[in-house]
Nanobody
């Protein structure tokens, strides 16, 4: 599965961005999807995940209430709407895919098998 992120950029604190991840497979409906982020010199951290149907979601506490993950299976795309951004949200953001049989909460990097190249989000104070 090939994944291509877009939508990153520079935004002021309190602003919003929407990230997109194009899923290059006709079987995107078979995959649960996630967003992770990474700051320089730090490990990747879980941000959000969504089931293959879109009916189930999971969020890290640090973004709950501010970020929304969604998907459009007809367009083979997932989104991450990010509101009320702070400088602490400055990271390289990755989308990731994992085959899903039944939805389970999965937040580890090792739970996901395919990764995009990342898109940079920078929030200025």
């Amino acid at each position: 599965v090939q994944l291509v992120e877009s939508g990153g950029g520079l935004v002021q604190a309190g602003g919003s961005l929407r990230l997109s991840c194009a899923i290059n497979t006709r079987t995107s409906r078979n995959y649960a999807m996630g967003w992770f982020r990474q700051a320089p010199g730090k490990e990747q951290e879980f941000v959000a995940a969504i089931s293959r149907s879109g009916r189930s979601t999971d969020y890290a506490d640090s973004v709950k209430g501010r970020f929304t993950i969604s998907r459009d299976n007809a367009k083979n795309t997932i989104y991450l709407q990010m509101n009320d951004l702070t400088p602490n949200d400055t990271h390289l953001y990755y989308c990731a895919a994992r085959p899903e049989g039944s939805w389970v909460v999965a937040r580890r990097v090792s739970d996901f098998e395919s990764w995009g190249q990342g898109t940079q989000v920078t929030v200025s104070s």
